[in-house]
């Protein structure tokens, strides 16, 4: 054998083993079939024919890898407790994702799910499926949240701001019950911060239409592209910061579907959405499109007034295998949103030109970047966000303002002495508010993993950066012609309000622990957040605020006779913590003028009014964030596809935001026009020529700080059966009991409104005592919903009550505990001063029945929703909520209260292509 055959002898039997021994990788997420939840610690099991055996376990994220896979079919076994387990064959013949579904235990009869599900991870959450939503028919975002423990179905008001409240017992005008709660969309925060849309001076019903430092506007979210959402109630994740309450999260649709379109009309709106996911290219890549477009009334009485929404989404969706141990996926999506919300009265009638109108456009790019690694690696994901959105809003109030007598206003703008103007006694008033919030997002995050002797740690870590400035125009409007003639403001220009730009950073160590039959979850984490650039003068420039957070699981092993008995143990505490808006760290200006001379004569060249103009900036540099600490416990039960949890929780904030108050003193000259002869003056009156008293005002004002005392207390539960084979019928059974107290925190100061000898009280009382209001409510939801699979019939029939509600103000005896006189001396409010003439009416007396408490005793509505398939491309819906109603009489006091409702109903198609 000469050299050269030994040569390549020795190539061949190189290569050829190496050949063999080609190995692939497979990897993906094991996730929930219904809700779309990753399902963690679920474990995947690959079986061969050569008995070859491979094995995995999802991490916290759902996510698996197994590697050395030599080509062959496989028969894949996937199981997780409490869920039906998945056996698929799978063929590898090269580097594999697979992404598994898995079907509850609870819904094993190849059902459908029309609740809220409660989750199974290690806090409190509401997982809302497609299915679901499909079978609520929302109009919008708000409408889901009757799905939750404690809440009801409510008929739409797109008049207003819809704002969610979480774990609330009763209505709250406190901004910070739903400026507390986050919203994220696939991954990209919602961020509303910089919102400076709001008309100073405007009627109540318009300042309900909006939600300047009070959160997301949820009529402006469709319900029509999403897959899933999780309303997550408890302590969330250190990865969610800004906020104290809770957080929402939506997950849109990312995959290849039929062209789908939806037709909706009830009472008091019109609605129209159509979209499809496809694949352009290959598999790998999912494009999604969809449109939808609403027109609802305030009431369907009146065509004046009403509320138009109009959405379309682009999203891109697309997976790689960049290695034979990585995978990445990134997500690429453009949007729009634009909505009016617009009101007029008719001129026929009243005479007058009044309209309101708010137009909102927001434009968003967003990108997502998620790089996997093999679980055999320290460094298991990478991520990185971005997220830019631009708004261009504009809300213009239009009044016909008529006055009868004489009134002047300011027309300086700056601190000093001027004359001012006397108003025509009929004009037309116009103010536009023109915002143009810009917003960046950014993050970046990892997760890395390794073992420690029996526990199993997937660490967490990540930074985020977050800006918006408002570029608009500000409020824009004549000064000489302002929409209320007590108007104190003057223009302002959005562009000179500093960027708000905040940092933050976490870490979490999410740890698994088996012991024997027993399986520990620990979630635990640490959050810090700061605001940059920030003026010196602000207490918090330069200081890092931490949040710790901790939630904690005990799965312990099935026992009973089949061994079908399933118990969960969990619990956890955390602070959170939500920064001042915009609107809050940099507020307007504060104006007051003060009349020195008021002279009016029948000649308008010879009139004249003197004003002492008082400005300065009102910001309140000692403003901090808002804090909320939270505990909670739940137990969680599953038998034989029947689910029970129940949650005990407790908040407890002492510094949430509100507009607390202060005092002021103003000298000002007050000029006497008795030496004036009205028939032989020729001119105005010159001030030089005018004789003075020097005087002293006191008034009382608000600002931004933090000054809300909020506790909160309550039980959530919920039952879900396996659905009655014989009934086809299963009944889902949710309620909750909460109390929520607001009180203030800090003293309060006010001026009393009495008049002696034609003169205001000049004095300031300073109280100490929590003014504030306790309520409770305990509502309860039973559903028994029916699917008939063979009739294509889906209909459900829930009975929502209301078993009690009640609010009682916070005992206080009414007594200032100090008094300010107009020169600004502080005295103690003592016996001698509640007998002083003047001082007693400082003391604010309350009728023997102010604090009693208010009961509102049972009431029911029973509502109905039906789906019925119809041929292979048309689903019918209706629904009729309070269809029948139960509202008992009661009296409140020695008052007869009687109650009534409507019922609300409507009906939709969804055709499937």
């Not at 008929?155 to 919203?183: K, Q």
């Not at 319900?223 to 997550?232: A, C």
């Not at 979850?521 to 957070?549: I, Q, V």
């Not at 808006?581 to 009139?607: C, G, I, M, S």
């Amino acid at each position: 054998m000469n050299r050269f055959s030994s040569l390549i002898i020795s190539i061949l039997l190189g290569v050829l083993p190496a050949v063999a021994q080609q190995t692939y990788t497979m990897t993906g997420t094991v996730r929930d079939a219904e809700t779309k939840e990753a399902l963690s610690f679920a474990t995947i099991q690959l079986n061969s024919l050569k008995k070859n055996d491979y094995g995995a376990i999802t991490a916290a994220d759902g996510h698996y890898s197994l590697i050395g896979l030599p080509a062959g079919t496989y028969t894949a076994t996937v199981s997780y407790l409490g869920y039906q387990t998945y056996i698929k064959e799978v063929t590898i013949i090269k580097n594999t994702s697979l992404t598994f579904y898995l079907t509850s235990s609870a819904t094993s009869l190849n059902e459908v799910v029309i609740t809220a599900s409660e989750s199974k991870g290690i806090t409190s959450a509401s997982k809302i499926g497609l299915t679901a939503m499909k079978h609520l028919q929302p109009t919008s975002f708000t409408d889901l949240l009757e799905l939750l423990p404690g809440s009801k179905a409510s008929v739409p008001a797109m008049g207003a701001a819809n704002l969610i409240h979480l774990r609330e017992a009763g209505s709250t005008s406190e901004a910070i019950s739903s400026l507390g709660v986050g919203f994220v969309v696939d991954g990209a925060p919602v961020n509303t911060d910089g919102n400076l849309q709001y008309v100073p001076g405007t009627n109540q019903f318009n300042q309900a239409r909006e939600s300047v430092s009070r959160g997301v506007d949820m009529r402006t979210l469709s319900t029509d592209n999403i897959e899933s959402v999780e309303i997550v109630r408890g302590i969330p994740s250190v990865a969610y910061g800004n906020l104290t309450g809770g957080v929402v999260l939506i997950n849109r649709k990312q995959t290849a579907s039929p062209l789908t379109a939806r037709f909706k009309a009830d009472q008091y709106s019109k609605l129209f959405s159509v979209g499809k996911g496809f694949r352009p290219t290959d598999e790998n890549n999912v494009l999604n499109m969809d449109l939808s477009y609403l027109d609802s009334k305030v009431d369907p009485r009146n065509s004046l007034e009403n509320y138009k929404r109009i959405t379309s989404s682009l999203r891109w969706n697309a997976d790689r295998m960049p290695g034979r141990h990585k995978t990445m996926n990134w997500n690429l999506s453009a949007d729009y949103t634009g909505s009016i919300d617009d009101t007029k009265t008719d001129k026929d009638i009243t005479l007058k030109e009044n309209s309101y109108r708010a137009s909102y456009h927001q434009f968003s790019l967003a990108g997502r970047w998620n790089l996997k690694f093999s679980d055999t690696s320290f460094i298991r994901a990478l991520r990185a966000n971005v997220s830019l959105s631009q708004e261009i809003n504009e809300t213009t109030e239009t009044k016909s303002v008529s006055i009868d007598r004489p009134m002047a206003i300011p027309s300086s703008t700056e601190s000093g002495e001027a004359d001012g103007i006397y108003l025509p006694y009929n004009y037309i008033a116009k103010m536009v508010i023109d915002g143009k919030p810009f917003y960046v997002n950014s993050s970046f995050a990892g997760d890395f993993a390794f073992r420690w002797f029996q526990s199993t740690h997937r660490l967490r870590a990540g930074l985020e950066w977050a800006y918006n400035k408002n570029f608009g125009n500000g409020q824009v409007y004549d000064v000489t012609r302002p929409l209320t003639v007590a108007s104190t403001t003057r223009p302002r220009s959005y562009r000179d309000i500093p960027a708000r730009q905040t940092a933050s950073f976490y870490i979490e160590d999410q740890v698994k622990l088996s012991l024997g039959k027993h399986r520990l979850y620990l979630e635990a984490g640490l959050r810090g957040n700061t605001l940059l650039h920030l003026s010196s003068r602000f207490a918090m420039k330069s200081r890092l605020y931490l949040d710790p957070r901790l939630n904690l699981q005990w799965r312990m092993p099935a026992f009973g006779a089949q061994k079908d008995w399933f118990v969960d143990l969990s619990g956890g505490i955390g602070w959170l913590s939500k920064m001042p808006t915009t609107a809050q760290l940099y507020p307007d200006f504060k104006y007051v003028d003060v009349v020195q001379l008021n002279y009016y004569h029948n000649n308008p060249d010879y009139r004249r009014i003197n004003l002492n103009t008082y400005k300065w900036d009102n910001t309140n540099y000692n403003q901090e964030p808002a804090r909320n600490q939270k505990w909670e416990v739940r137990l969680a039960l599953s038998h034989r596809g029947n689910e029970f949890s129940v949650t005990y929780f407790q908040e407890r904030m002492n510094n949430a935001f509100r507009d607390i108050s202060y005092y002021r003193t103003f000298q000002y000259k007050k000029y006497d026009v008795s030496s004036i002869d009205p028939s032989t003056i020729t001119a105005k009156p010159d001030l030089s020529d005018l004789s003075y008293v020097p005087d002293t005002l006191i008034n009382t004002f608000t600002q931004s700080g933090n000054g809300t005392r909020v506790r909160k207390q309550g039980i959530e539960f919920q039952f879900a059966s396996q659905r009655i084979k014989a009934l086809k019928t299963k009944i889902t059974i949710n309620g909750a009991w909460f109390r929520t107290i607001y009180s203030n925190s800090v003293p309060k100061y006010e001026e009393s409104s009495i008049f002696l000898n034609g003169k205001q009280l000049s004095y300031i009382g300073v109280y100490d005592w929590e003014d504030g209001t306790e309520k409770q409510q305990f509502n309860t939801n039973v559903m028994f919903d029916t699917y008939l699979e063979r009739l294509g019939l889906i209909f459900s029939t829930s009975a929502q009550c209301s078993w009690f509600s009640n609010s009682k103000a916070l005992w206080n005896n009414g007594t200032p505990i100090e008094y300010i006189d107009n020169t600004g001396t502080v005295h103690p409010f003592t016996a001698s001063s509640a007998e002083n003439a003047e001082l007693q009416h400082l003391i604010t007396n309350y009728s023997a029945a102010y604090f009693d408490r208010k009961t509102i005793p049972f009431a029911m509505d029973i509502n109905l929703k039906a789906t019925k398939k119809i041929g292979r491309y048309m689903n019918l819906s209706l629904f009729v909520n309070k269809l029948l109603t139960v509202y008992p009489d009661y009296y409140s006091g020695t008052q007869l209260m009687r109650r009534t409702s409507s019922p609300y109903f409507g009906m939709e198609a969804n055709l499937t292509f």
